[in-house]
T-cell receptor, first 113, second 111 residues
Framework: DQQVKQNSPSLSVQEGRISILNCDYTNSMFDYFLWYKKYPAEGPTFLISISSIKDKNEDGRFTVFLNKSAKHLSLHIVPSQPGDSAVYFCAARVSGSARQLTFGSGTQLTVLP | SQTIHQWPATLVQPVGSPLSLECTVEGTSNPNLYWYRQAAGRGLQLLFYSVGIGQISSEVPQNLSASRPQDRQFILSSKKLLLSDSGFYLC??????????FGSGTRLTVV
């Protein structure tokens, strides 16, 4: 049972346009959400996060939106750059559980020059 | 600053052979350490979790085992590899309850 789902395995966007990566979750106990970025043959690196008490967090070109009623979060990248091409994982944490994060299956973003 | 080292980067092993992947963390003490596996279309699956020396929690039943002989060392092992053990293995340490810092990963191919 996948509690965190990224239903789009891939996304292609033109350079300069907006990239929107989506993530849905089923566990209402999740209270903290993260996005990780992964290049081939490298470990994931932390990108941005959001607490469930917020609905938006922005860091430069990256903005994460959280819709708790829909159990949905999204990552917006504006403007998209070729260097943004990577696999993006969303992850979620249950309140009080330091043991693990639950990761989605990832979305391969390709930014076309 | 904290750094995490994981090796080897790639490994090709025959079925039935043993496995030992090593991970070390620098710049922190008593870290929470994790082993993940990335399988195609499955995201990052947590395999093992350790809060201290000799303390290992297994998250999924499998052919693998983990050990933590030293505070900043985490080892993933198998006595006999299966074809299904192929994958991309990632070591991570818990910089906080929420944050994970990952190593560069090991691509294991069992042939």
């Amino acid at each position: 049972d996948q509690q965190v789902k990224q239903n789009s395995p891939s996304l292609s966007v033109q350079e300069g346009r907006i990239s929107i990566l989506n993530c849905d979750y089923t566990n209402s106990m999740f209270d903290y959400f993260l996005w990780y970025k992964k290049y081939p043959a490298e470990g994931p690196t932390f990108l941005i996060s959001i607490s469930s008490i917020k609905d938006k967090n922005e860091d430069g070109r990256f903005t994460v939106f959280l819709n708790k009623s829909a159990k949905h979060l999204s990552l917006h990248i504006v403007p998209s750059q070729p260097g943004d091409s990577a696999v993006y994982f969303c992850a979620a944490r249950v309140s009080g559980s330091a043991r693990q994060l639950t990761f989605g299956s990832g979305t391969q973003l390709t930014v076309l020059p | 600053s904290q750094t995490i080292h994981q090796w080897p980067a790639t490994l090709v092993q025959p079925v039935g052979s043993p496995l030992s992947l090593e991970c070390t963390v620098e710049g922190t003490s008593n870290p929470n350490l994790y082993w993940y596996r990335q399988a195609a279309g499955r995201g990052l699956q947590l395999l093992f979790y350790s809060v201290g020396i000799g303390q290992i929690s297994s998250e999924v039943p499998q052919n693998l085992s983990a050990s933590r002989p030293q505070d900043r060392q985490f080892i993933l092992s198998s006595k006999k590899l299966l074809l299904s053990d192929s994958g991309f293995y990632l070591c991570a340490w818990g910089a906080s309850a929420s944050f994970r810092a990952f190593g560069s990963g090991t691509r294991l191919t069992v042939v």
